[in-house]
DNA sequence: CGTACTCTTGACATAGATCAATACAAGTGG
DNA sequence: CCACTTGTATTGATCTATGTCAAGAGTACG
């Protein structure tokens, strides 16, 4: 399922905001005690309980990190692209367990380093440990507005919050690329794919957006829409 | 509303989990660089976009984290119990402001460190920045624990939930004292006091529980409770 | 002891879940 | 490169949990 690749060097730590700051002896120092996995689309990287030590970096790729209720359902808690790391919970805290579940949405190749080499870094690079806690940190106020959103939103308002996060430009042209399924985007926003479906026409309907294919949506008046959400 | 005193010693470094592994010498040297400030009841420690670089640490009574949307409902996020600190989205990121509401749910003593003098400590002893690191590991993770229920669970489930979070034991009474109004338990569950008032007394009519007064609160049998969640 | 919350209960409205059937898109193997 | 298979997306019909509005009861506090 995951098959292994050892470089002297390995790329992804040059390319990761915890790291790039190191200079170029301290990253092959680093990426030495890095080992680097690839995993195929739709593999399941660890899940909740699992007892694990290591801290994931995405290399290439991208990773979707859920939790299950009792009945089943998956909340979509965040997607990781390149440069982005996982697994802090069971590294920066005594118990190594995870607490939830990560899979690769794509094919993914990921770097892990284990959580005594990485101590060692912290204790040898304090700016690391410093990226992290900001990075963490900024991850912890979105999931608390996610919180509030899946808990207070309607889900039309959610939907375009969403969508004003991943709007882009181009000659005069708005338009959002989804960056996942709507069933993906579904899950993430805390509801079905047949709502998400419904919503989506609705919004075409009322000439507000325009859904090209399932993922290319153009947007005809992005501060019409946002004033609609309120 | 809020009235500074000042001491050589402040009492609060010496009961944070933050700091509380360092030896009385560097705890007096950080607790001379600490205010402390009292807020009544019902007092605003601060605002979403408050600019601010101090870390608030709690040395007395209970304070409460919400968020607002623009409709004006509160999330609650988390209640601050003393140890606890909060701010730390204004220190950790280059950004100096507040992503949320910050309420004396009681009368409160608070000790502030301005972001300039924590840096140092933080180079001194790095110790604390792991601590910090672990505790706001933690609190994402509650964070997202709270997205999924909030988006997946039935309020019933949520509310059996936290039950089984707060639950004691004596003498072979199970009981919960609730640790805020079931106003504020309503918005950190993601729904309505009237929605939260049916529920309790939904389960006291199963007889799973008893209401004693708004706040203590008997459990006949918590596996059942449990089970009748799920 | 009365003013002001918080809490409870009722009646009613509705957003969104669920179930089901069909259409679309993408990936696979011949 | 085209059938075929599988998963994703859409749309409709129905059901239900929970929000909203309103009125009364309980509690706490000055």
Redo the contacts between chains.
């Keep these: 399922m995951a098959h292994h690749h050892h470089h002297s060097h390995v790329d992804c730590i040059r390319l990761v905001p915890i790291f790039n700051h190191l200079n170029e002896e301290q990253m092959s120092l680093i990426a030495q005690s890095a080992h680097e996995v690839h995993y195929e689309k739709n593999a399941l990287l660890f899940g909740s309980g699992d007892k694990d030590d290591t801290l994931y970096i995405v290399n290439n790729g991208r990773v979707r990190i859920y939790?299950l209720?009792?009945?089943g359902?998956e909340?979509t808690?965040r997607i990781l692209n390149p440069g982005d790391f996982m697994g802090?919970?069971a590294i920066?805290?005594?118990e190594s367990y995870h607490?939830?579940y990560a899979e690769a949405i794509s094919e993914v190749s990921i770097c892990r380093i284990h959580k005594k080499d990485m101590n060692d870094y912290?204790?040898a690079y304090?700016e690391i440990?410093?990226r992290?806690?900001?990075d963490?940190?900024?991850?912890?106020?979105v999931?608390?507005?996610?919180?509030?959103?899946?808990?207070?939103?309607q889900v039309e308002?959610r939907i375009i919050d969403f969508l004003s996060e991943y709007v882009e430009n181009e000659e005069n042209h708005t338009y959002v690329t989804l960056p996942m399924s709507k069933k993906d985007l579904a899950s993430y926003?805390?509801?079905t794919p047949e709502t998400i479906s419904r919503k989506f026409s609705a919004l075409e309907e009322k000439g507000l957006i325009k859904q090209h294919t399932h993922k290319y949506i153009e947007i005809f008046d992005l501060d019409e829409l946002l004033f609609s959400?309120?």
């Design positions: 939790n209720n009792e009945s359902r909340q808690v802090e919970v920066f805290q005594t607490s939830n912290l204790d304090p440990i410093r992290i806690l900001s963490v940190t900024k991850r912890l106020q999931s608390e507005k996610q919180t509030m959103q899946v808990g207070m939103e308002s926003l805390g509801t959400s309120s």
